[in-house]
């Protein structure tokens, strides 16, 4: 048996339309599974659906904001019709706000935890009963090396995505017995839209300062690419780790084991 095939499970992968969700989704699409998606608005669900269908992908797009508890339980139950029950959930949904802390609004610091910490909660709360009730289901929360690590100006996010990583290792302890996996997995740097203002050009042509520090830290000596992280998540969405619970798998180049290239 390949222990690593997909076919016939229904996948909803959150925040889809690009990025590493998008990635994601086409590798376990490519493992077999059937391909759901949301995103918060119809254009970014349309071009998510046109890049799927450009890949060979027959994807199901929906509008849902993650942060909303009721869209999240009617599209669920939608799927449900329309597709199937959802046999995995991966939580990748997310925004980052980059500000000094204590020039950050408790406004801005609990949108932030709205949508990397609280969504993921609503989405795992929608699709746990139907896994509880067939006696299976795979949980994948798309945790951070800020999961691990702080640095400046990213508290709200590395509180959220702190409490992720306690989050899935309480729906691990919570629903292992009903044969559902949960597990994080945690990338480190990768180059998406999210991370673009990490990585600009300066105007002489050089490095971004914090481009060079991360490649300064990471052994790979790169920033990953969302392709990197397929690999791992189709292994967590797959039998192959059906006595894997609870844990955080770090796709980081090795950023969490390194102290650093010493400078020149
Ligand atoms: P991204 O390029 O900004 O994509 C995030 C996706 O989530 C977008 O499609 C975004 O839609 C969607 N989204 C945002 N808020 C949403 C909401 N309320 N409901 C539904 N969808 C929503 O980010 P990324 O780099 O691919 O990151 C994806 C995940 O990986 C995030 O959880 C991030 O924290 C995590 N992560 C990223 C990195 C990295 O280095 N890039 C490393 C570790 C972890 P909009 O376009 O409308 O905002
Ligand atoms: C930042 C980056 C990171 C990455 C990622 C690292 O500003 O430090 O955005 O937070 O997005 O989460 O794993």
Known sequence: MNQFDLTGKVALVTGASYGIGYAIACGLAKAGAIIVFNDINQDLVNKGIAAYEAEGIKAYGYVADVTNEDQINAVVAQIAKEVGEIDIL???????KRIPMHEMTAAEFRQVIDIDLNGPFICAKAVIPAMMKRGSGKIINICSMM??????????????????????????????????????????????????????????GSRHPFDQFIIAKTPAARWGNAEDLVGPAVFLASPASDFVNGHVLYVDGGILAYIGKQPK
């Open 147 to 204: 999961s691990e690590l702080g640095r400046e100006t990213v508290a709200a996010y590395a509180a959220a995505k702190g409490g992720l990583k306690m989050l899935t290792k309480n729906i691990a302890s919570e629903y292992g017995e009903f044969n559902i996996q949960c597990n994080g997995l945690g990338p480190g740097y990768i180059a998406t839209p999210q991370t673009a203002p990490l990585r600009e050009l300066q105007a002489d």
């Open 90 to 96: 991966v939580n990748n949904a997310g925004i980052i």
